[in-house]
């Protein structure tokens, strides 16, 4: 969900812009070997803020890893915690189907978290399939409301 949340911020500040120069690519004498694809082609600054927001989803991801809430795997939990290691112990696993439950629930957290990532990788098949930019797709998928 955070990675939506920054490719619409990011789409949304392309079209208003608010990413000063977003086509122009970074400087290599101010950001050094950061601003390197391959070789000596540089990344433009556009591409670097979607770089600095998926970082930042995938810090997110990995502290959830490191210090798991007690309805995830317990595969990382302490046995000593008691009754968050015994809950997370009881907790059967999701499987591919989860049972829909109203409200705030952990079964809805699941689904909601497995639609965002099929809407990631449906964003990313349409992008390389129309040979456009994802800032794109999401802007025709929201009826050009974003820019």
């Not at 990011?10 to 086509?23: E, F, K, M, S, V």
């Not at 290599?28 to 433009?44: P, R």
């Not at 970082?55 to 210090?67: D, K, N, Q, S, Y």
């Not at 699941?110 to 349409?126: Q, S, T, Y």
Request: proline residues 6%; contains cysteine.
């Amino acid at each position: 969900m955070f990675g939506w949340f920054f490719i619409i911020a990011t789409a949304y500040a392309q079209g208003h812009n608010l990413i000063p120069d977003a086509g122009l690519p970074l400087n290599f004498k101010e950001w050094g070997t950061l601003a390197t694809i391959s070789g000596k082609q540089t990344i433009t600054q556009e591409r670097a803020v979607v770089l600095i927001a998926n970082l930042h989803c995938f810090m997110i991801g990995l502290c959830a890893t490191i210090c798991p809430l007690p309805f995830s795997d317990p595969l990382l939990l302490d046995p000593t915690q008691g009754e968050m290691y015994d809950r997370a112990m009881e907790t059967k696993p999701y499987g591919v189907f989860i049972p829909m439950k109203t409200g705030l629930t952990e079964e809805a957290e699941m689904m909601n978290g497995r639609m965002a990532m099929f809407g990631l990788v449906a964003l990313i098949v349409c992008s390389c399939a129309q040979n456009k930019p994802m800032l794109d797709v999401v802007n025709e998928w929201a009826g050009g409301l974003i820019f």
